[in-house]
């Protein structure tokens, strides 16, 4: 099964792809690499699947490293991309997870000599009626996943992706509305891919369309604080 982390680490996966150089020869990496940089900055808000279950979020990915996404209540976590690191904050126990990017797989995606070297990674593309589908391929740590990225065949826009455990165990995510990100604040631009502490009972600043949130804080005893 797909724990909780790698369900919201599969948010970040699109994102980390643009920190591809082109120093592949492969034309599928090329073609991919060519189509992200069409879609960046992006902001979008999407719906997650998973079995039965659907989450609705908005997220920005600026490249570079840098992204964030945020849940419709009542799901109150963060998850932040400050090119450096990933941070995932549960405001309900106020508790904030951080994974560098230079590790595992994330350091894979920044050094993709790596990615040769070792044959981890294998990307293919396919045009399928009306869409563009590239899929990553994974052979890590004995583990075989997949990540099928989905673009419109005309505008190139990005659809969606799926994170694949096995055939029977995946996450599919799918893009209800986007548009190319910009703002001429640059306080907002130094603050939405940071965690930014807020005066109100959220814990931190919420930046997303969703309004009226009230996060229900734990105490050390799990004992739920109103």
């Not at 690191?85 to 508790?95: Q, V």
């Not at 050094?111 to 070297?117: C, D, Q």
Request: hydrophobic content about 40%.
């Amino acid at each position: 099964m797909i724990n909780r982390y790698m369900k919201n680490v599969l948010i970040f996966t699109v994102m980390l792809t643009f920190l591809f150089k082109k120093c592949f020869s492969n034309d599928a990496h090329t073609n991919l690499i060519s189509i992200l940089e069409m879609n960046y900055p992006l902001e979008f808000s999407f719906v997650q699947k998973y079995n039965n279950d659907k989450i609705y979020g908005w997220m920005i990915i600026a490249g570079n490293g840098m992204a964030r996404t945020e849940f419709a209540p009542p799901n109150h976590n963060l998850i932040v991309a400050d090119g450096k690191w990933i941070m995932f904050y549960d405001p309900e126990i106020d508790r904030t997870t951080y994974i560098p990017l230079d590790k595992g797989i994330f350091k894979a995606f920044l050094k993709p000599s790596t990615l040769i070297e070792d044959k981890i990674f294998q990307i293919k593309e396919i045009k399928d009626n009306n869409k563009i589908i590239f899929t990553l391929h994974f052979n890590m740590n004995s583990d075989d996943q997949k990540i099928k990225l989905y673009f419109d065949k005309i505008s190139k826009n990005l659809l969606g992706w799926s994170l694949y455990e096995n055939p029977n165990d995946f996450i599919e995510v799918k893009i209800i509305n986007h548009k190319k990100f910009k703002t001429d604040n640059k306080n907002l631009m130094n603050e939405i891919f940071k965690l930014t502490e807020s005066k109100s009972n959220t814990g931190m600043k919420y930046y997303g369309p969703y309004n009226g949130r009230k996060v229900k804080k734990f105490l050390g005893s799990r004992k739920l604080n109103q």
